[in-house]
T-cell receptor, first 115, second 108 residues
Framework: NAGVIQTPRHKVTGKGQEATLWCEPI?????VFWYRQTIVQGLEFLTY????????DSGMPKERFSAQMPNQSHSTLKIQSTQPQDSAVYLC?????????????FGPGTRLLVL | GQQVQQSPASLVLQEGENAELQCNFS?????MQWFYQRPEGSLVSLFY???GTKQSGRLTSTTVIKERRSSLHISSSQITDSGTYLC??????????FGKGAKLTVSP
C-alpha cells in the first residue's frame, strides 16, 4: 500500500500562471479531501469528494480554485492565475467511507510557491 | 472571528510527563477531530470524537459538547510524541475549522 500519493511534491509558478495539483487516493477509498496549510492561516479545509461526487466545497476560494475527481483513482486541484498568497502546502487525504468519523490518511503534500 | 481556540500554543515536557491540550469552540459543534502533525510535516488522524471520551493507547480525548470544549491528554510522554497537535471542529452548517495547533516538545 503506497498510501496517498501527491504530485508534484514541489511546484514553483510565476504569478498569473496555472497550477494543477494531483492526488491519488488509497485504492478502495471512496473519499478524497483537500486542505491547504500556511504559516499565517494554519490548516484550512478546502473541499471533499465522496464516490467522485463533490460533497462539500465550503472552504474553496470562490475564484480561481477548482477541484475535480474524474475517476476513483485521482483528484485534481487547479488554481488559475496563481497569486503569491496561494503559496502553501496543499494536502490531500483519503478515507474509506467518506464520513467525518472515518480515519483520514494524508499524503505528503504539494508545496506550491508562487513568485 | 476565530472559531477554534487551542491552548497552550506550545508546551515543553520532560519524557514521562503528561500533557493536556485544550480546544474551545465559539460556536455550536456537530463533531470534532484531533490530528497530529509530525515535525517533518506529515499529518495523522488521531481521533474523531463528537462527544464523550475516547482512548487510544496513551492518548485520551474528551469532548463536552455543552461546554464547547475538547481536550487531548497524553500520558507518559515520549520523545516521539513531539510535534504539533491540531483540533478541528465541524459546526452546524459550516466547514471544518482548525485550531492553530499546539506544538509539543518532549525532551529526554
Amino acid at each position: 500500500n503506497a498510501g496517498v500519493i501527491q504530485t508534484p511534491r514541489h511546484k514553483v509558478t510565476g504569478k498569473g500562471q496555472e497550477a494543477t495539483l494531483w492526488c491519488e487516493p488509497i485504492s478502495g477509498h471512496s473519499a478524497v479531501f483537500w486542505y491547504r496549510q500556511t504559516i499565517v492561516q494554519g490548516l484550512e479545509f478546502l473541499t471533499y469528494f465522496r464516490n467522485q461526487a463533490p460533497i462539500d466545497d465550503s472552504g474553496m476560494p470562490k475564484e480561481r480554485f477548482s477541484a475535480q475527481m474524474p475517476n476513483q483513482s485521482h483528484s485534481t486541484l487547479k488554481i488559475q492565475s496563481t497569486q503569491p498568497q496561494d503559496s502553501a502546502v496543499y494536502l490531500c487525504a483519503s478515507s474509506l467511507d467518506g464520513i467525518w468519523g472515518d480515519t483520514q490518511y494524508f499524503g505528503p503534500g504539494t508545496r506550491l510557491l508562487v513568485l | 472571528g476565530q472559531q477554534v481556540q487551542q491552548s497552550p500554543a506550545s508546551l515543553v515536557l520532560q519524557e514521562g510527563e503528561n500533557a493536556e491540550l485544550q480546544c474551545n469552540f465559539s460556536t455550536s459543534l456537530n463533531s470534532m477531530q484531533w490530528f497530529y502533525q509530525r515535525p517533518e510535516g506529515s499529518l495523522v488522524s488521531l481521533f474523531y470524537n463528537p462527544s464523550g471520551t475516547k482512548q487510544s493507547g496513551r492518548l485520551t480525548s474528551t469532548t463536552v459538547i455543552k461546554e464547547r470544549r475538547s481536550s487531548l491528554h497524553i500520558s507518559s510522554s515520549q520523545i516521539t510524541d513531539s510535534g504539533t497537535y491540531l483540533c478541528a471542529m465541524e459546526g452546524t452548517g459550516s466547514k471544518l475549522s482548525f485550531g492553530k495547533g499546539a506544538k509539543l516538545t518532549v525532551s529526554p
